[in-house]
């Protein structure tokens, strides 16, 4: 069974830099779609940015601050995040439709102002 694991989780500052990978134990290319989420304490799981064969979509949020980008080779996505703001503070998950949701263990990332 396919699995997803996430790294690069932390604490930064605001205005700060982070760089989320997310590993997956087969080759991605046949991924529909990969992509992040985060979920804030209290708050709904909600969607940071996705990738499939043809776009790359982000939350109006992160625009302009997140990218992301798949390395089919090394079976990774990553989610390059740029001047965090607290509000960004969330654990971050990583997703793929593999037919079904696949979900990674999640990682913290916390933003202190």
């Known amino acids: 069974q396919v699995q997803l694991v996430e790294s690069g989780g932390g604490l930064v500052q605001a205005g700060g830099s982070l760089r989320l990978s997310c590993v997956a134990s087969?080759?991605?290319?046949?991924?529909?779609?990969m992509g992040w989420y985060r979920q804030a304490p209290g708050k709904q799981r909600e969607l940071v940015a996705t990738?499939?064969?043809?776009?790359?979509n982000y939350a109006d949020s992160v625009k302009g601050r997140f990218t992301l980008s798949r390395d089919n080779a090394k079976n990774t996505v990553y989610l390059q995040m740029n001047s965090l703001k607290p509000e960004d503070t969330a654990v971050y998950y990583c997703?793929?439709?593999?037919?079904?949701?696949?979900w990674g263990q999640g990682t913290q990332v916390t933003v202190s102002s």
């Open positions: 990738i499939t064969s043809s776009s790359t």
């Open positions: 087969r080759t991605i290319f046949s991924f529909n779609a």
């Open positions: 997703y793929a439709w593999v037919g079904y949701d696949l």
